[in-house]
C-alpha cells in the first residue's frame, strides 16, 4: 500500500543537499512563520532583542554567524510554545551612514559637508542611504531562513524612537549623570568627531609602524646638559610644556662625548655608548629644572612652563623614564597640567592639521608632519637618535583613519558613578561563554569610564540640552511636546538646530547645543525605544523587558552588549538581558580576517547557492565552541555537507524508497516490547538525544546539542539502517517488518522536529513528507519517550566495540568480510542473544564466544565456507548489474548464469539465497542474447551474469 504523503525522494544533486527552495515560496503563501506566531499567541513570552544592523551596507557571511544563533533560539522556544517576537529593527543614524554619503559625493570633511553640500541637503541624502540595502538584507534573511517581522520594525531614525531617546538621557539628567568636560579623548580627524571609549575597542590595528624618537631637552642653567625623553607621537612636541619623573626613581647623569644625558637608571639600555656615570639623582631633585622649549609655539604669555614636574603615571618599562608632556593631548598630560597650573593652547586644529600660528609646520596633518619634525629636530642639534616600531594603534572603527587624543568640550554620563551597580547587573547575567563575564567584559567594567556620548556631526539623534544665551541656564528636554513641536515632527538636524526655548530663570533665548548622539546610544536604548516607551506602549515595554536571550560577536562585548547594560542600569537598576551569547569572529581558512584586498571574502549568496544556508549555519553550530574564531571556506563547509547532510539524506532516501511500496502509517503501532532489539535501541538513543538536545538548548550551549544530532545521524546511517536493510528488503510484510518502518518513521519525524530551529530547509522538507505536508515549524519540539532503556543501549555499544575488534582482526588476516568464517572469541562478559546475533552477522561468522583473553579468530575456511562466501560474491555482482540497469528495488528479475568449477557449484548450492537478496523470479543457467549480460572474474574465476526485468 502507498503511504499517504510519501512520495519518492530526488538523487541529491552533485553531492550536494538541495535546499528546496521552493519552500520560501510556500512558506510565504502559507503565512507559515505568522501561522507559528499565532499558534502560541496568548502564551508565556520568550523574549529576544535584535541587534539593530546599520541599514546602509550590505549583509555579508559574517552576517550569517550571528543571524543563525539568533533564529535557533527563536524557533526553538516557539516549538516549546513560547510566544516568541521577532521584531527587526535597523540602526539608521551615525558615522558609517555619512561616510556612505561622502564617498558618493566625492567629498571629504566637516568643511565641505557645511559649505558645498550644506546639513538639510546632507542629512536627508543619509536618510535615503539607510533605506537603499533594506531589500537586500530581508532577501538575505529570507535566504538564510532567519525569520523576522519587518512590516512593524523599528527604525532608529523615527521621531518617535528618537523621543523615546531624549527621555532616557533626560532621566539621566534628572540623576545629575550628565555633564560638559574638557577632556582628552579618541578623536578621529577626518570625521572630525570625537569617539567614546567604547567605540575605541571597536578598531585597531595591529603591526602599525611609527617612528620612536629621543629627544634633548637642554637645561636652561647647563646648556651643555640635557634630559632625555622618548615619544612615539613627534607631532605633539611642539606643544610640549612639561617634562614628567618619578619622585621615588633613581636616575642618572652620564657623559657622552661632550655633553651630559639625564635618564632614569633602567633605561640606560637605550643609550648608543655605554654609559660614564657622573652622577646620581632622585627624580624629585629633578623637579622645578627649566629647560629650553623645544619651540615657541607653547611657550606661555603668561604662568610657567618648560620645567620637570612629578608624576605618578610615569614608568621605567619603556622609553627613558621621563615623559614628554604635551597637555592637550594625552589623557595624563591634562590632568598633570591641570594640577600643575601649566598653561597651555592647541596647535592642532580639529582637522588634525596644525594651526596657522606653528609657522614652521601649519597645514600639515600630524601623521605628515611627523618626519618633517624629527629632521627639523635633527638639523638642530635636538634629536638624539630614531628609530621605528610596530606597535597596535586605535584607528577609527569606520573610516579607518588612525586616531589622535585631543582635548576639546563634550558631553559626558556618569557610569563610573554607577560603576558597582554596573559590575553588580554584569555577574547576574548567563555569559555564553562564561569567562566573558569576569574576563573581557568584566575587565572592561572595572576599569569603566565616563561615557563620552557627544558627536560634532549631522546624521543622528540631536543632543536634546538647550542653553540660554544669556545666564548659561541648561535644559534637558524629553519630548518633541515639551519644546512646541508635534509628534511626528522631523527632530533631526538643521530643523531642530532653528527652535529656540524662552530661558526661564532669565528670559534670555536658549539655542540647542550643536552635537548629535553617540549612536550606540541609540542601539542601547532599543528595549524602551522600539516601543515609544514611555510616551506609549509601556505595558508592553514593561512585558518584554528585560530580554531572555541577546546574541552578537564578540567585539560588541564593548559595544552593543556594553550600552544596553549601562542604559538600562541607569534608568532602570537591572541589566536589558538575562542571557547573551558571544559569539567568535569569521575568518579565512588560515585564520586571517575577510578583506578584499586579500581575497578571502565569501560572497553568502554565493556560498548560499552552492553549499545552502542549512551547511553554512550547521557549520557554524558544530565547527568550534562558541566565542573562538570561525575558519570558513569551501572546503570546511563541502565537509560539512559530505559528513551530515548527505547521510541523513540518505537515510530518508532509503525509507521512503521502501516505505512507499507496502507502509501505511496508520496501521496499529508495534508494542515496543515486541519489536527488534535494533528498534528499541535506535528509540532509546532517540529518547536520549531529545533530553540531551533540550538540556543543551535550554543552558545556551548548541554546540554540543548540534554535534549530539550529528553523531546521532551517523548511528542511524552507519548503524541501524545498514543492520536492518533486509528487514524491509524482504517481500513478505510482517510485524518485524513493521516495526523496522514504524521506527523509522518516528525517528525522522522525530529528528527533523529536533533540527527545525538548526536547519529550517531540510528540516522542513523531509517533515513535510513524513506527515501529510505539515511543516515542522508548526510542530512542537519533542519531548523525551518513556523508551529509554540504558541496558540496551550499553550492550549496543559493547556490540560495537566488538564488532569493531573482529574487524580489525579479519582486517590483519585480509579476510573478505564476505567470506563467512567458523567463529570468533572475544574479550569480556557475553551479550544477549539478539544482540549476539548482530554481531555474528556483522562478522559473518557461525558462532561467537565470549570471555576470552583476547581477539582470536577462526581463520580456517572450510569447501562450505568458501562456497557461502562465492554466493555472496554472486549477489553483489548481481546487484551491481540492477544498479547498472536502474532497476527500481522492488522490480522482479530474471537471471542467467554461465559458470564452472566452484562458483557454479555455488550458485547451485545457495540458489534460493541468491533468488532472496537479488528478488530473482529465475535463477537458470545457460547463456541468452535477450538478457543484458557481462563476463567478469569473482575470486579468480570467470563467470557471465545476465538479468532483465521479469515480465
Not at 289 to 303: D, F, H, K, Q
Not at 896 to 915: F, P, Q, S, T
Request: aromatic share 12%; proline share 6%; with cysteine.
Amino acid at each position: 500500500m502507498l503511504a499517504s504523503g510519501i512520495w519518492v525522494v530526488p538523487r541529491v544533486p552533485d553531492g550536494l543537499v538541495p535546499e528546496i527552495p521552493e519552500l520560501m515560496e510556500r512558506w510565504k503563501a502559507e503565512g507559515t512563520f505568522q501561522q507559528s506566531l499565532e499558534l502560541r499567541k496568548g502564551r508565556p513570552r520568550f523574549v529576544f532583542y535584535e541587534g539593530p544592523p546599520t541599514a546602509n551596507g550590505k549583509p555579508a557571511t559574517h552576517h550569517i554567524l550571528a543571524r543563525a544563533f539568533k533564529d535557533l533560539f527563536g524557533r526553538y522556544k516557539t516549538m516549546q510554545g513560547f510566544y516568541v517576537e521577532r521584531k527587526a529593527g535597523w540602526d539608521t543614524h551615525g558615522l558609517p551612514v555619512e561616510i556612505e554619503v561622502e564617498k558618493k559625493l566625492n567629498i571629504s570633511g566637516k568643511f565641505e559637508i557645511e559649505n558645498e553640500i550644506g546639513v538639510e541637503r546632507f542629512n536627508e541624502l543619509c536618510r535615503q542611504s539607510v533605506y537603499e540595502y533594506v531589500e537586500d538584507w530581508v532577501a538575505f534573511s529570507e535566504r538564510m531562513a532567519f525569520w523576522q517581522d519587518y512590516d512593524n520594525a523599528y527604525w532608529t531614525l523615527s521621531s518617535d524612537y528618537i523621543q523615546s531617546v531624549w527621555w532616557a538621557l533626560s532621566e539621566m539628567w534628572k540623576q545629575n549623570l550628565v555633564y560638559k568636560g574638557f577632556r582628552v579623548a579618541p578623536y578621529c580627524s577626518r570625521c572630525a568627531t570625537p569617539l567614546s571609549s567604547h567605540e575605541l575597542a571597536q578598531g585597531y590595528r595591529d603591526n602599525v609602524p611609527d617612528p620612536s624618537v629621543y629627544v634633548r631637552f637642554r637645561l636652561k642653567k647647563e646648556p651643555n646638559t640635557s634630559i632625555l625623553a622618548w615619544t612615539t607621537t613627534p607631532w605633539t612636541l611642539p606643544g610640549n610644556v612639561a617634562l614628567a619623573v618619578a619622585k621615588d626613581v633613581v636616575y642618572i647623569k652620564v657623559k657622552e662625548g661632550d655633553e651630559y644625558l639625564i635618564l632614569a637608571e633602567p633605561r640606560l639600555t637605550v643609550l648608543k655608548e655605554p654609559p660614564q656615570v657622573v652622577e646620581r639623582i632622585l627624580g624629585r631633585d629633578l623637579v622645578g629644572l627649566e629647560y629650553e622649549p623645544l619651540y615657541p609655539y607653547s611657550v606661555p604669555e603668561e604662568g610657567r612652563a618648560q620645567y620637570v614636574v612629578d608624576a605618578d603615571f610615569v614608568s621605567t618599562d619603556e622609553g627613558t623614564g621621563v615623559v614628554h608632556t604635551s597637555a592637550l593631548y594625552g589623557v595624563d598630560d591634562l590632568r598633570l597640567c591641570q594640577e600643575k597650573g601649566i598653561p597651555f593652547k592647541h596647535t592642532v586644529g580639529l582637522d588634525g592639521k596644525f594651526l596657522p600660528y606653528v609657522d614652521k609646520f601649519a597645514g600639515l596633518h600630524v601623521k605628515e608632519a611627523d618626519p618633517l619634525i624629527i629632521d627639523d629636530l635633527k638639523a638642530r642639534g635636538l634629536l638624539y637618535k630614531a628609530e621605528t616600531i610596530l606597535h597596535t594603534y586605535p584607528e577609527c572603527w569606520r573610516c579607518k583613519t588612525p586616531l589622535i587624543y585631543y582635548a576639546l568640550d563634550a558631553w559626558y554620563i556618569r557610569t563610573t558613578e554607577r560603576k558597582a551597580e554596573l559590575i553588580a547587573n554584569n555577574h547576574a547575567t548567563n555569559w555564553v561563554p562564561a569567562h566573558i563575564k569576569t574576563g573581557r567584559m568584566g575587565d572592561w567594567l572595572e576599569n569603566n569610564v565616563d561615557w563620552q556620548f557627544s558627536r560634532s556631526r549631522y546624521w543622528g539623534t540631536p543632543v536634546p540640552i538647550w542653553i540660554c544665551e544669556g545666564c548659561g541656564e541648561q535644559r534637558c528636554v524629553s519630548s518633541a511636546a515639551e519644546i512646541g513641536l508635534k509628534d511626528d515632527a522631523d527632530l533631526h538636524r538643521p530643523y531642530i538646530d532653528a527652535v529656540t526655548l524662552p530661558c526661564e530663570k532669565c528670559g534670555g533665548v536658549m539655542r540647542r547645543v550643536p552635537e548629535v548622539l553617540d549612536t550606540w546610544f541609540d542601539s542601547g536604548s532599543m528595549p524602551f525605544a522600539q516601543r515609544g516607551h514611555p510616551r506609549h506602549d509601556s505595558d508592553l515595554f514593561e512585558d518584554t523587558f528585560p530580554a531572555d536571550f541577546i546574541s552578537e560577536a564578540i567585539d560588541q562585548t564593548r559595544g552593543w552588549f556594553y550600552t544596553l547594560l549601562a542604559i538600562s542600569t541607569l534608568l532602570f537598576r537591572q541589566n536589558a538581558y538575562r542571557n547573551v551569547i558571544c559569539l567568535g569572529h569569521v575568518v579565512d581558512p588560515k585564520g586571517k580576517k575577510a578583506s578584499k584586498s586579500r581575497g578571502n571574502v565569501l560572497d553568502p549568496n554565493y556560498l548560499f547557492e552552492n553549499f545552502g544556508s542549512d551547511a553554512v549555519r550547521w557549520y557554524f553550530y558544530t565547527s568550534t565552541q562558541i566565542g573562538e574564531n570561525y575558519r570558513t571556506g569551501q572546503d570546511t563547509l563541502r565537509e560539512t555537507v559530505q559528513q551530515f547532510f548527505i547521510p541523513l539524506w540518505n537515510c530518508y532516501s532509503f525509507f521512503v524508497l521502501y516505505a512507499r511500496l507496502d507502509f501505511d502509517p496508520a496501521q496499529p503501532s508495534v508494542p515496543i516490547d515486541q519489536r527488534h532489539v535494533l528498534d528499541r535501541w535506535l528509540l532509546s538513543k532517540l529518547s536520549t538525544l531529545v533530553a540531551g538536545v533540550t538540556g543543551g538548548l535550554d543552558s545556551y550551549e548548541p554546540v554540543e546539542p548540534a554535534r549530539r544530532i550529528q553523531r546521532f545521524v551517523d548511528d542511524l546511517s552507519n548503524w541501524y539502517i545498514r543492520r536492518s536493510r533486509r528487514r524491509v528488503w524482504k517481500p513478505e510484510s510482517d510485524l518485524d517488518k513493521l516495526a523496522a518502518y514504524q521506527t523509522l518513521h518516528e525517528v525522522l519525524a522525530t529528528l527533523c522536529r529536533l533540527m527545525a530551529p538548526f536547519t529550517p530547509f531540510v528540516a522542513d522538507a523531509i517533515y513535510r513528507n513524513l506527515s501529510d505536508g505539515n511543516s515542522v515549524h508548526l510542530a512542537d519540539f519533542p519531548q523525551p519517550m518513556p523508551v529509554q532503556d540504558s541496558q540496551v543501549e550499553a550492550d549496543m555499544a559493547r556490540a560495537r566495540q566488538a564488532v569493531e575488534a573482529g574487524l580489525a582482526a579479519r582486517d590483519a588476516s585480509r579476510l573478505r568480510v564476505r567470506q563467512p568464517l567458523a567463529g570468533i572469541a572475544l574479550p569480556g562478559e557475553p551479550l544477549p542473544e539478539d544482540i549476539t546475533a548482530i554481531v555474528r552477522d556483522e562478522l559473518n561468522v557461525k558462532s561467537v564466544t565470549f570471555g576470552a583473553p583476547v581477539v582470536d579468530l577462526d581463520t580456517v575456511i572450510t569447501e562450505e565456507l568458501k562456497l557461502e562466501g562465492l554466493a555472496r560474491e554472486v549477489v553483489r555482482a548481481i546487484q551491481d548489474r540492477r544498479k547498472k540497469l536502474g532497476l527500481n528495488v522492488e522490480d522482479r528479475i530474471d537471471t542467467r548464469y554461465v559458470a564452472d568449477g566452484m562458483l557454479a557449484r555455488a550458485v547451485e548450492r545457495h540458489a534460493g539465497y541468491i533468488k532472496t537478496e537479488t528478488l530473482s523470479v529465475t535463477l537458470a543457467p545457460g547463456r541468452d542474447e535477450s538478457f543484458d549480460g557481462e563476463q567478469m572474474m569473482l575470486e579468480g574465476e570467470q563467470i557471465w551474469i545476465g538479468i532483465k526485468r521479469h515480465q
